[in-house]
């Protein structure tokens, strides 16, 4: 297909390149242009100086960018991607956003006459890097069928949840286990430590039951090592956890454990780790 990549943060951009490899034609923007620059002397395919620009004559236009505000940003208004789309064509919004702004992208699609799918992913930076990735998606049918074509160049599952919005809606049950597992996890791992455990003979000892967990298998070593200088950014999920809390207040749900855990990984950026990895809540344990 031609495809347009709107965003090359540490996940749009090895996801795009995904798409090169795949043998996709691919047009790619990004707000800061040596960034795009840079890629396209990597990777191939080319760039465009706008969003609008990158859309023009697209079979689909993917989006990976940071919040709400940023996917407006890039596809809303005159220079906005939708602005170069013609009807019959394909958005993708891979972003991790609020489900309202889904369902407003929705509705401008309709409007267009062009296929709108809400596409968060799963797996982090390592995941994107090994097309691996785990897509939540919300659409019609027909959309999320053309959507997998693309989806195929690096995800791993692709799980369509329901109508246009079910996709983030998902994403945040999945931030919201995460959140929790990862609270229990450090809890587990700090009190090890004060009671003079071996963590690695405890961690040797639960992994294979019902405490094993992604997180366990992969950041309890540097959880007690205090190291946290890769993965998923602290602010990053707070941005997530923020958008769980939202939602939650908007339906009816109730999320303590949840709102506790944002508090501490507020307190976190507060101690200047706001780009450490979210494993981090341990931190605040080992003072």
Known sequence: MNVTFLGLGVMGAPMAAHLLRAGHRVTVYNRTASRAASWVAAHGGRSAPSPRQAAEGAEAVLVCV?????????VVGHHGALAGMAAGTLLVD??????????ELGILCDA???GFVDAPVSGGQAGAERGQLSVMCGGRDDDVARARELFAAYAKTVAHQGPVGTGQLCKMVNQICIAGVLAGLSEGLAFAARA???????VSAIR???????QMENRWKTMVAG?????????????????CRRTA????????????VAERYAEISAMGGGRWDTSSLIALLQR
Do not use: Y
């Not at 940071?66 to 890039?74: I, L, S, T």
């Not at 891979?94 to 369902?103: G, N, P, Q, W």
């Not at 294979?208 to 992604?214: L, N, R």
């Open 94 to 103: 891979h972003t991790t956003a609020s489900a309202e702004l889904a369902r």
């Open 66 to 74: 940071g919040n709400d505000a940023d996917v407006r940003a890039v």
């Open 196 to 202: 003079g455990l071996d963590p690695e003979k405890v």
């Open 227 to 243: 190291q946290f200088e890769f993965g998923f950014a602290v602010d990053w999920m707070r941005k997530d956890l923020d958008i």
């Open 249 to 260: 207040d908007a339906v009816g749900a109730e999320l303590p454990i949840t709102e506790e």
């Open 112 to 114: 267009a006459a062009i």
């Open 208 to 214: 294979g039951g019902a405490a094993q967990s992604w």
